[in-house]
């Protein structure tokens, strides 16, 4: 990656996430209730048996009620747990109720770290990615730790689904070799499909 690629997805982020920011509380979870809805109608999901969410943090789509909802569908859920910060590495973890999420890494909440509630990639049928801003291709900017990408390598990309709200959407974002597309896109808006199942 050359300075300035580096230096366009830098301003993506920062743009972005400036406008992810402003959009009013009210609006953000009335729109992550129309992606649950979205998310509800899918075939893929109703046919899924483990989901892996993130646990949304700041102006994210908002997956608190998604994931109470999906437990109470009878879902397996798991969520991403940093063991050791700064290392690079996300583990998924099953959990049983939102509340065994408390602790936070760098802000994030996440449940205590239990090798016996960790579940496989191959495991999760679908797994729902944040993101600041994605483009039409599938393609993201994150916080840019890399923790997603790297964690994501050898999933299938149609199990990959990005969540956002379609203020967060642009036509093209600069990607590597490193960077892990998803396969579809939820926003309040849309559903856009990058690969078809």
Known sequence: ??????????RLR???????DKIEPSLRHAYSNIILSKIKKLSDYQSSQTVMFYLSYGSEV????MINE????????????????????????RINKLEECYEKVYGIRQPEFDEEEVVAKEEIDMIF????????????VGYGKGYYDRWL????????????FEAQLVDKIPSF????????????KRVIEIVKN
């Open 70 to 93: 999906f437990l109470a569908d009878g879902k397996d859920v798991a969520v991403p747990v940093i063991q050791n910060p700064g290392d690079g590495i996300m583990t998924a973890v």
């Open 177 to 188: 070799e490193y960077d892990l597309p998803v396969g579809r896109i939820l926003t309040e």
């Open 153 to 164: 390598e050898g999933t299938d990309i149609s199990k990959r689904v990005g969540l956002a």
């Open 62 to 65: 908002i997956t608190d009620y």
């Open 14 to 20: 920062y743009d972005f996430l400036k406008i992810r």
């Open 129 to 140: 990615v944040p993101g600041i801003v994605f483009d039409i291709n599938g393609y993201r």
């Open 1 to 10: 990656m050359n300075e300035t690629q580096m230096s366009e997805k830098s």
